[in-house]
């Protein structure tokens, strides 16, 4: 079973484009619980415009913006090995990325360095916009102890996420994909719309004791199968389909108790 992928924010040369050699590389102790993904575009009313042309006045200026928001946190008691007595020697590698560097092409001009963010299959590469460190927790000699560290990259165009194909991922042992009963929808009309017929069986399967008033948000496997089985021995014959109807030289069937009959084999 695969481990725990962590977060990292890499050092990225003044490319934006590759992570520089021997820079800033850090993993994060907690992976974050969520990421905020806003994107910009700059309108504005051409000069001379028409004010009460309402959208045909406006036009695009420039690429736009995509930001990434996101929280860390970190715990010197969660520190399983390399224990530090202050949070601050671990939050300082974060800050490292809002700290300004001399440019190449410009020593006159300085910026902070490119960052790269990439969890799994996220990735965002940007500039460290702003960043927010709160600290808590305090030891007895007032040294901080845990710090969350809420920070924003920006990067200077629309990103457009590339995935690769989709794969599908392969079911569980023990795992069945379930459809949710919306308010108002009956069992007869979700399985409809799966394109199954044998309602009163899949009723029997899920234990709904009335398909015609579900639950909204019950999860019903629309895929269960009937199961079939038959005996024969000294002039009887038995078969039980979901709920179960049995067949002998007098026959009585029922479906979820909505009909029943008596049928005699000579």
């Known amino acids: ?18 992570e520089k050699s021997g820079g800033q590389r850090v993993e994060v102790q907690f992976n974050p619980e969520s990421l905020k993904v806003s994107f910009a575009n700059q309108i504005v009313q051409p000069k001379g415009g028409d004010q009460s042309s309402g959208n045909g006045g406006r036009q695009f200026v420039g690429e736009g913006t995509t930001k990434l928001a996101l929280q860390l946190w970190f715990d010197v008691n969660a520190m ?19 700290t300004p560097q001399i440019s190449d092409e410009d020593p006159k001009k300085k910026a902070p360095p ?4 990439v969890w799994g299959s996220f990735m965002f590469d940007g500039m460290a916009e702003g960043l927010e460190e709160t600290l808590e927790f305090f030891s007895p000699e007032g040294k901080p102890l845990r710090a969350s560290v809420s920070m924003t990259l920006s990067q200077q165009k629309i990103l457009e996420v590339k995935l690769k194909d989709a794969a ?23 399985a409809g719309k799966d394109g199954k017929g044998d309602w009163q069986s899949i009723a029997s399967a899920n234990g709904i004791e009335d398909p015609l008033r579900m639950s909204p948000g019950r999860l019903v496997d629309l895929n269960v199968a009937a199961t079939v089985g ?3 021995g000294d002039g009887s014959t038995s ?28």
Do not use: C, W
Request: charged letters at 20%; hydrophobic letters at 40%; aromatic letters at 4%.
């Open 1 to 18: 079973m695969p481990g725990l992928v962590k977060a990292q924010l890499i050092e990225l040369d003044q490319t934006f484009t590759d």
């Open 80 to 98: 399983e090995q390399d224990a530090v007595d202050d949070v601050r020697r671990l939050t300082q590698k974060v800050v490292y990325f809002m």
């Open 114 to 117: 490119g960052v790269r963010f």
């Open 168 to 190: 599908k991922i392969p079911l569980q042992p023990g795992h069945k994909p379930l459809k949710v009963a919306k308010q108002g929808q009956s069992l007869q009309s979700m």
């Open 230 to 232: 038959a005996g024969i």
């Open 239 to 266: 078969l039980g389909v979901g709920a179960g109807v049995s067949l002998g030289r007098g026959l009585n069937a029922s479906l979820g108790g909505a009909a029943s009959g008596s049928l005699s084999i000579g």
